[in-house]
């Protein structure tokens, strides 16, 4: 397969650890999130064709701060720290939460979030607490389901329509896909959704007409949808849910 076009030129810009170190808004970024260990790093090193872009570590949750990358023309991809390790301490998980809810919230040049999930394990707590959040800004999410290559395809296709249905109740701009880092397979459909976010053209229309088929929102229908009224609780907060 050719190296991907989209983000082949990314590089490291930024660490951040508060809101007041964000680099000034750009015309647009992507910000990637998901549950520690869930393949975000590497889903990140597969998009960008790079093997060490993201930090792919042994020891989940070591993503502690907000990570930048230039991918070209101002437009970034954004690293999140990852949540929901049982192992990290509960004021760490307490001040990422606060970080990740923050960030989503007010960051003007965000044009939508890259939800990652284990294929086998979507849809948890922490990952349904995010989305319910993240539906206060009025921007898209597109789901990919990582490891796709350890199920079956019938088992990865059914999870897969599942977690279509699940998205789908909690809001029309929710999309997702079968991804795996190991085969590299989902590249292109991840490049097609995530260049109409950033008003790119990307030559990959047999991706972005299943998507359109399969009833995803396209750029042109998200632009005319308003953000849900009113806030509910951020990700993390509670008794045991929080993110990292």
């Known amino acids: 397969m050719a190296a991907p076009a989209l983000f082949r030129q990314a590089r490291f810009e930024t660490s951040v650890a508060a809101l007041e170190m964000l680099p000034p ?5 992507i910000a990637f999130a998901g549950r520690s260990n869930a393949g975000k790093s590497s889903a990140l090193n597969t998009l960008a064709d ?3 872009l993201a930090f792919v570590s042994k020891t989940p949750g070591r993503t502690q701060l907000i990570n930048y990358f230039d991918i070209g023309g101002g437009l970034r991809l954004v690293d999140l720290p990852g949540y929901g390790y049982a192992k990290v301490p509960d004021a760490i998980r307490a001040l990422w939460g606060r970080l990740i809810g923050d960030y989503v919230l007010v960051r003007r040049s965000l044009k939508g979030l890259a939800l990652i999930m284990d294929v086998r394990r979507p849809m948890t707590d922490h990952d349904l607490k995010l989305l319910q959040w993240f539906g206060q800004t009025g921007k898209p999410v597109h789901v990919m389901l990582t490891k796709s290559d350890k199920l079956a395809r019938a088992e990865g296709e059914r999870v897969l329509a599942t977690v ?3 998205l789908a ?3 029309p701009m929710y999309t997702a896909q079968l ?4 085969k590299r397979t989902g590249v292109q459909e991840a490049e097609a959704v995530f260049a109409g976010w950033l008003g790119l053209d ?3 229309a047999e991706a972005t007409l299943a998507a359109t088929r399969r009833g995803g929102p396209t750029p042109k229908r998200m632009a005319g949808m308003r953000a849900p009224a009113g806030k509910k609780n951020p990700p993390g907060q509670g008794r045991k849910a929080a993110r990292g």
């Not at 808004?25 to 970024?29: A, I």
């Not at 991804?179 to 190991?182: D, H, I, K, M």
């Open 25 to 29: 808004d750009g015309p647009g970024e």
């Open 202 to 204: 990307v030559p990959v």
């Open 169 to 171: 109740a909690i809001s």
């Open 164 to 166: 279509r249905v699940q």
């Open 179 to 182: 991804f795996s880092s190991l």
């Open 50 to 52: 790079h093997k060490r």
